[in-house]
């Protein structure tokens, strides 16, 4: 079966590096890394924005070169996109929906996005949540079978965050599939159920969330001060990072841990946790050093004896 969208060693440089990926019916895949690490310029790329250097990109069995138009079937809603500021939410709405000849938008979408209050507002007058809600409801209200997505949660509060989750979610079931860029690796966790993780504009690894925690070949982790000398512990795995200092192992090794540490660090309570994506992401992303990160292995050995 053909992917809704096939992306083959795409190149802009310095951003993007030979980035390849696809995204399958019925799925919902997060490109996923820090601010900085080539998502955006991705995004431009496949929506037309900027031209890639090198590469293939086909979306739903169209390939689409520099200056070509995207494909019908396809929506996109990119950070800092707007309409006019005069122009009321329920206008919009109105006016995509005969753009592309459909009904509008699902009650369902309507609900999940909390746009009912918004339909008599401008967008002059919509906070950036409110906002950002609005127009990925204007991506959605053509029926597309692929929708791609920039960031669209990043740095909202709670409420537009969830909501805005929640909308992604059912795109799995309503809509053909799903491709997002996300700098958070929490949220990706939630949403995906494919992750692809960038590093430095090139794919450091690929996989279902579960699937790239269980590379860590650990069970549980522990954060600790930078500052504790922990390069003598016994059964753990040591990832220094910045603020923090991370200790990979079972929880025996790491209660044996605390039990070294707890003199050089007073009262503090410690806390074991199961692994996350974000962990798995520092790890994979760390340049291993013999006395810091023993037992770390390269992430092609990882990915080899996944």
């Known amino acids: 079966m053909t992917s809704l ?7 802009r440089s310095p951003s993007l590096e030979e980035v390849s990926f696809t995204v399958e019916r019925g799925e919902v895949v997060c490109v996923v890394g820090p601010p900085g690490n080539g998502g955006t310029t991705l995004m431009e790329c496949l929506v037309g924005a ?17 200056g070509d138009r995207r494909p019908p079937g396809l929506a996109a809603a990119l950070r800092g996109e707007s ?3 005069r122009m009321k939410v329920g206008e919009a709405l109105r006016l995509f929906s005969r753009l592309y000849g459909t009904r509008g938008l699902p009650r369902r979408m309507v609900d999940l996005l909390d746009l009912e209050p918004l339909l008599s507002r401008r967008f002059a007058r919509l906070t950036d949540g409110q906002r950002r809600r ?16 920039d960031d669209p949660a990043a740095g909202l509060r709670e409420g537009s965050r969830g909501r805005i989750e929640q909308a992604i979610g059912e795109l799995r079931a309503g809509y053909g599939g799903v491709c997002v860029v996300l700098s958070d690796l929490a949220q990706a966790e939630r949403l995906a159920d494919r992750v692809v993780l960038l590093r430095a504009g090139r794919v450091l690894a690929e996989g279902t969330p579960s699937r790239l925690i269980r590379l860590l070949g650990s069970t549980y982790v522990m954060g600790v001060p930078p500052h504790l000398r922990v390069d003598r512990l016994q059964g753990v795995r040591v990832l220094p990072c910045g603020a923090a200092t991370y200790l990979y192992g079972s ?3 790491l209660e044996n841990a605390i039990q070294e540490l707890s003199p050089m660090s007073g009262d503090r309570v410690w806390s074991i946790r199961p692994p996350t994506l974000r ?16 037992g770390v292995t390269e992430p092609a050995a990882l990915e080899a004896s996944a």
């Open 5 to 11: 969208l096939s992306v083959t060693d795409l190149s």
């Open 50 to 66: 900027a031209e890639p250097d090198a590469g293939h990109v086909e979306m739903l069995g169209v390939t689409v070169g520099p």
């Open 83 to 85: 309409v006019p500021g």
């Open 134 to 149: 609005a127009m990925l409801g204007l991506a959605l209200v053509g029926n597309p079978e692929l929708v791609l997505l």
């Open 251 to 253: 929880r025996e090794a």
């Open 279 to 294: 962990d798995a992401y520092l790890t994979l992303s760390a340049v291993p050093e013999p006395a810091a990160l023993e």
